[in-house]
């Protein structure tokens, strides 16, 4: 499921799209859009695919300079990230998410709440993502 990047934002909500690029489909542009410390907050960026280690790792980083907001253009959020799977028997694995980020100067004031939103929204994404890919199993259990 985390192959297919366009489906992400289906238990990453506050991702709204990741869009493919056709002409080269390693890289990928994504749209963040959320409402925290009341205000919206949007950011897109150019991220790129990493070589991935099959049924192991699928790891990215954004391209610099690629970043656009609400805050304006010039505003680049840096980040890679890692999703790493771990084997827990036939049917099932453990799931570890690694995102790393730069806090641009202009968030510099909100970093220290900043970290525990972001955590909280990640641990709740990948509980969301655990009950769809249980629902996909079951599914394709039912259909055998």
């Not at 690029?21 to 859009?33: G, I, Q, V």
């Not at 205000?39 to 280690?53: G, I, V, Y």
């Not at 253009?73 to 084997?87: E, M, P, T």
Request: proline content about 6%; some cysteine; glycine content about 6%.
């Amino acid at each position: 499921m985390w192959e297919d990047r366009q489906l992400i934002p289906q238990w990453m909500p506050w991702i709204r799209t990741v869009q493919v690029l056709p002409e080269d489909p390693r890289l990928s542009r994504w749209t963040l859009a959320t409402r925290q410390f009341n205000r919206d907050w949007e950011f897109s960026w150019l991220a790129q695919n990493l070589t991935p280690t099959r049924y192991q790792k699928i790891h990215w980083r954004s391209v610099q300079g690629s970043t656009a907001g609400s805050l304006g253009s010039g505003l680049d959020v840096a980040n890679c990230g890692q999703i790493r799977f771990y084997r827990k028997g036939p049917a099932a694995c453990a799931v570890k998410l690694t995102i790393s980020y730069e806090v641009p100067d202009i968030l510099a004031p909100l970093a220290g709440a900043l970290t525990p939103v972001v955590e909280n929204i990640l641990r709740t994404d990948l509980g969301r993502f655990a009950q769809l890919a249980a629902q996909q199993q079951a599914a394709q259990g039912a259909a055998k």
